[in-house]
């Protein structure tokens, strides 16, 4: 049986995945992206073959920020490409997708699908932190809270508060002046996430929502933010199993298709 | 104090150009005779020398191809195309024009504050045709500095009355012309002036047609710097320059020696003005595996393209062909109706065997910015992927760039589009 390996470097973390010849997920591993990329991907592969008990990977492809310098990887693909393959696995059964929404620690994509999975257009947020993964951790740390907990609090809310600004450092600053006006963190969060799903909805073509819409990246992972896309586009939005891992695991299918 | 400005804006506008350069040179398959526009480019914006050009020949700062070469050359001066690229000159204007305004026009206003630039400095008039808003008071600022003549460009170009519109204001350039040369305009000065600008437009037939080859003899970005330096090179002096380059790549294709593998995603570059040293696009496009097959922009081919069309060969005969000429097959999109764009974008993309469009869009820049919907949609009829990419006059955008041409070559690689 042939293994095949997806790293994503990506500015937060360093996310790997291991699939065999069918496409099986074996296995998925997550650090911190330190200062060495390289010895923490070589590291995480070593850990994650070690664990299914495989010594010998046929073929390791890279994507995220750091792709172009993580040697252990014997080739790279930008995260776009990555992303449209890897819901060939993740999509949940029975789910055609059509648009991926990816929140990522520093970026956040919007990619169009057509039928047979090809990337037929897709936009980025440039420039700005506004509506990723690191727009969500400062807040929580403001409201003393941590990432997991931020979805399931902001749900609890009924009244969220309006939060305007679309820039980090402002937006934080707004969220300081509620809560000295005491607010509830819980009502805070709700409209953390009503604003972040208003900005990425922005990049969102409403003449494209043909197909599902599924959530990757490690944004999906927070039911609260899924709920803002949801009202905000008024649609069923659905998160991709291993979200975080999205683009890894396309990664590695690419990687599958190469070392064949 | 001013002195040290300077000595700061040579240094920084010097590493820009430089290392422009280097990566043109760096990518693979360079020409040899691509190497006089090279050193065109260097002497104007490393070396910071004036343009060469016969002695006693002024020069005269142009803005826009919609400024006839041929009227400059025929009375005794030489044009120069002046719309600014530098990073450092943009910065310096950045402080003077409003945020919005965009960076080419702020790139100008640069040149014109900081005085270190001969080729620049030197010019003994400046013709802006207003294109758009920013042109028109970019065109009211330089005015207020040094001599300057404003071209009043039609709105529209197909009826009668917009053509003796524009004709006229090609006469009243002609009156600024002949005031800083002292040379008056003839049927025969203009005669052989558009003489000489036949013979580059021979060349440059010459050139397309080889570009037009398939696998491709040349890429995109080193023909965009042979037609960059056209603007800072005496007319005949270029054309012999290109007639050269033009034989060498008649003779690769005969060894077929072709730039590049056949299968490398051919993408075409349109939209806002793409102007050394801001070679980020088609750098990028090569360099992440892209072949540059064609651009379709104004420090192209745009200018020269059409040929001036005689049909009386009379004074007034000639420069209503050169107002023609200027405006009528155009695809600038400060005219409002603009299909002809659509049109020459079409043709490119059966010719050159166009797979995915770069859309450049430079910020503040509406016009570019507008066609774009327009532009898609035709796209979309044609099942070509476009991708609409805006930039600003520095560095700081080049990675996010970066992976945004990267995925869209992939797109077209992975995407199955058998064209």
Redesign the interface.
């Known amino acids: 049986m042939s293994i095949y390996a997806g790293l994503d470097g990506g500015s937060t973390y360093l996310k790997a995945a291991l699939i065999d010849h069918t496409g099986k997920v074996l296995n998925t591993g997550v650090v911190s992206t330190g200062i060495d990329n390289n010895g923490a991907a070589e590291a995480l592969l070593k850990k994650l073959t070690r664990e299914v008990g495989i010594d010998r990977i046929a073929y390791t492809m890279a994507t995220g920020y750091s792709r172009k310098i993580l040697e252990t990887a014997d080739d790279d ?5 990555a992303h449209a393959y890897g819901v060939r696995v993740t999509a949940p059964k029975g789910y055609r997708p059509g648009i991926i929404v990816d929140i990522g620690g520093q970026d956040s994509k919007v990619i169009y699908l057509d039928g ?1 999975y ?5 936009t ?1 947020n ?2 700005c932190a506004a509506g990723t993964g690191k727009f969500m951790e400062v807040i929580a740390q403001i409201l003393e809270t941590t990432i997991d907990q931020v979805g399931p609090l902001s749900l609890e809310s009924h009244a969220p508060c309006d939060i305007n600004s679309t820039c980090v450092v402002f937006a934080q600053s707004e969220v300081i002046s509620l809560v000295a006006r005491k607010f509830d963190r819980r009502d805070i969060l709700a409209g953390m996430h009503a604003s972040m799903a208003r900005r990425v909805v922005k990049m969102i073509r409403k003449s494209e929502l043909g197909g599902d819409i599924l959530m990757t990246g490690g944004g999906a992972l927070n039911t609260g933010l899924r709920q803002a896309f949801e009202d905000e586009l008024m649609r069923d939005v659905y998160t991709a199993n291993y979200p975080q891992f999205n683009g890894a695991i396309g990664a590695a299918l690419i990687a599958s298709e190469r070392g064949r | 104090m001013e002195a040290r400005r300077r000595d700061r804006f040579d240094r920084r506008q010097t590493a820009t150009a430089e290392k422009t350069l280097r990566r043109v040179r760096a990518l693979t398959h360079c020409p040899q005779a691509l190497t006089p526009f090279l050193d065109t480019l260097s002497r104007v914006f490393v070396d910071r020398q004036d343009v060469v050009h016969p002695k006693g020949v002024p020069t005269v700062g142009t803005y826009c191809v919609m400024v006839p070469p041929e009227l400059i050359y025929a009375q005794g001066a030489m044009p120069v195309k002046l719309c600014g690229g530098s990073y450092t000159a943009f910065a310096v204007g950045d402080d003077t024009a409003p945020r919005d305004a965009c960076p080419l026009v702020k790139a100008v206003m640069g040149f014109e504050d900081i005085d270190a630039m001969p080729a620049y400095q030197n010019c003994a008039l400046m013709a802006v045709p207003v294109t758009c808003d920013c042109k028109k008071k970019l065109a009211g600022w330089l005015q207020e500095r040094r001599p300057t003549s404003i071209l009043h460009v039609p709105a529209n170009r197909d009826r009668d009355a917009d053509m003796e519109r524009f004709t006229r204001e090609l006469y009243a350039f002609s009156d600024s012309l002949a005031e800083i040369t002292g040379v008056p305009l003839t049927s025969e000065n203009l005669s052989m002036a558009f003489h000489r600008l036949a013979e580059a437009q021979t060349q440059l037939s010459r050139f397309i047609d080889l570009r037009r080859k398939h696998p491709t003899l040349i890429r995109g970005a080193f023909a965009m710097a042979a037609m960059n330096a056209m603007s800072y090179t005496w007319a005949p002096s270029w054309t012999k320059q290109l007639a050269r380059l033009n034989d060498e790549l008649e003779g690769l294709a005969r060894a077929g020696t072709m730039a590049v593998k056949g299968n490398q995603p051919r993408l075409l570059l349109t939209g806002s003005p793409v102007i050394f040293p801001n070679f980020k696009l088609p750098l990028l496009i090569e360099e992440m595996g892209g072949l540059l097959a064609a651009d379709e922009t104004c420090m192209g081919e745009r200018g020269l393209y059409d040929p001036p069309a005689i049909v009386d060969p009379s004074l007034n005969g000639m420069m209503r062909a050169l107002a023609n000429r200027a405006t009528r097959p155009c695809t600038c999109p400060t005219f409002a109706d603009n299909r002809r764009r659509l049109y020459r974008v079409r043709q490119m993309i059966e010719d050159y065997r166009i797979q995915g469009v770069v859309y450049h869009v430079l910020r503040g820049c509406l016009v570019y910015d507008y066609e774009y919907a327009a532009m898609e949609a035709e796209m979309e009829r044609l099942g070509i ?1 476009i ?1 609409r990419v ?1 930039t600003d006059y520095n560095e ?2 080049v990675e ?1 760039l970066r ?2 041409i ?2 869209f070559i ?2 077209i690689k ?3 589009n058998d064209r």
């Not at chain 1, 693909?77 to 490409?81: A, D, K, R």
């Open positions: 693909v930008s995260e776009i490409t047979n090809h990337v037929k257009n897709f980025m440039d420039k | 992927p991708i805006e700081e955008d996010q992976i945004r990267e995925a992939e797109l992975y995407g199955g």
